[in-house]
């Protein structure tokens, strides 16, 4: 059989790492590889064109103009797709395999463990270890921080049921921990499935002592969690952000946390790095972590080798276990 030719567009640090040798061992059976780095639309268009396959990224996107000019090519495997690349991808019945679900995993063990660190206040005692200023109890229990709580037992939100929220709903089943989710598009009997009660955003906020964001990016839930919704979360309450930052408004939240009443645990930002100046950085009951909840090497393996497995299908006539489909539509980010 004729190797086709693949056009492996991905960041540069992932043709040097150790961890994908394998993958891209794999991919050389089959193919004739060809590796770049390209942003622009501009850049991409000439190995598109030599291109019969693609496996890339999300950038730079497939445009018409640009799938006009790659009349060889018949199958893009990518490890994200925003919703209009993959509409065009749809109207045209361009088959595209969409890999995203493989941070799902991590992303959900980072929100757990945001959500205990937060509660136990892990981070807290750890730096303060390493400082030197640590409190020890010395009068049992009298001393004992309050507001230091566990988990078990307690209310939890999900903004938004797919691939990290469930994975993050199974994690937390050992907690039994009542669950309210907010998704327009969640049907009732996954919700059923998963043991939780399908509410409007402001009663999950009202109801819950913990809120998880899960949700993906779109005019949808741009700024979901505005003033009013900030303003109508519990005393103590922890809001966990392992989704987008464009869901909250950062400034509201701010006033929130000034006020000292609740946490949040943060791994994304309206601008990022994260500026070294940034009002959050000085606030004691915001926990940050540098957008890291779902890069981890166990993530980029997982999606290479779904991505790869797709391509085989694709070549060898079979159905694709993460292809592109309309229901998709709704959990992409803009």
Known sequence: MRKINLLVNLPAGFFTAPVLAAAFARLEKSTVLRRTSHNTAAEIEADLAWADAVLMWSWPMLTPELLDQAPRLKFSAQLDVGQRAARIALDRKFPVSVARRGWSPAVAEMALGLILSTLRKISLYHAAMRAGTESWVRNFPNDIDPDERQLTGRPVGLVGLGAVGRRLAELLAPFQCPLRV??????????????????????????????????????????????????????????????????????????????????????????????????????????????????????????????????????AGRPRQYALTEAMLPSLDS
Do not use: W
């Open 182 to 315: 907010h998704d327009p598009f969640l049907p009732d009997e996954i919700a059923r499935q998963f043991g939780a009660a399908k509410v409007p955003v402001l009663e999950l906020i009202k109801s819950s002592d913990v809120v998880v964001l899960c949700a993906a990016s779109n005019p949808g839930t741009a700024r979901l969690l505005g003033p009013a919704e900030i303003a109508a979360f519990r005393k103590g309450a922890v809001l966990v952000n392992v989704a987008r930052a464009a869901l909250v408004d950062t400034e509201a939240l701010l006033t929130r946390l000034r006020s000292g009443d609740m946490y949040a645990a943060i791994d994304v930002f309206d601008k990022e790095p994260l500026a070294a100046d940034a009002a959050l950085r000085t606030l004691p009951n915001a926990f940050l972590t540098p957008h890291r909840a779902g890069g981890i090497l166990a993530s980029v393996e997982r999606i290479m080798g779904q991505l790869i497995d797709d391509l085989e299908a694709h070549l």
